[in-house]
């Protein structure tokens, strides 16, 4: 698998690991503002989404939509946000961030400035995170 | 086609037209910071990347796929960054931009505050904005 040395994603797991196989893993951002952020990682270091093939680029995105879909069946969030950036760390990831209308930054993307404090972020959520993170680990085992 | 009253997306086009087909179109956005910045945008009203079905998801990725391909090969951006966010406008579109490690907020997202000015931005791509349009639009009927 191609590496890059210095390159956080191929050095490190990149958060709270919550599923693995062969060419992806999704992690969870440990971020109190934004608990139901996660991030679906390609294993090889690659920079680009266009750098995948088609077939892993609908593998890819198939995991996207598996996270997606929990998110929205468990915490019934105002909006979803998908976002692949990678201008600190150019290793393909995906942002899968379970927006609510009540979040400290709603309604600007997550990058933008706080607008205001929510300490109990994470106790607003229908489910336990640890909870949440099986959900997604089942959901992707049973592609 | 379903279409939602007041709905910015809905009832405007919502950018510099580019391409449009049945099912989306493609618009640049007029932003003088981040010039190469087009948006993918599906015609019907719906919120949720996960709203639409598999070939619809399958369609607009591909659009999404050749309007990144354009830029890479266009005008070799330090990174492209995508994002499906939708808060303010909940009708579905994918942000397709090309980054530069000179741009006005790199390397923050474009929803960051800004961190320089870069007056000449536009001047400074390897291809007219009019002729990068007529890349894309040609690129998407093409498929």
Redesign the interface.
Known sequence: MSTVAGCELCEQEGGIPVFRNDVLRVIRADDADHPAFYRVIWNAHV????DLSAAE?ATM?AAV?QV??VL?NCLKP???????????V?HLHWHVIA?FDWDAR????V???KQRQVPDAVQRLALPLKELDQRVAFALKAR
């Open positions: 920079a680009e989404w266009s680029r995105m939509l997606e879909t929205r105002t909006k979803v946000n998908l976002a692949s950036l990678g201008n600190v150019p927006r709603w309604p600007a993307p990058w933008a400035p």
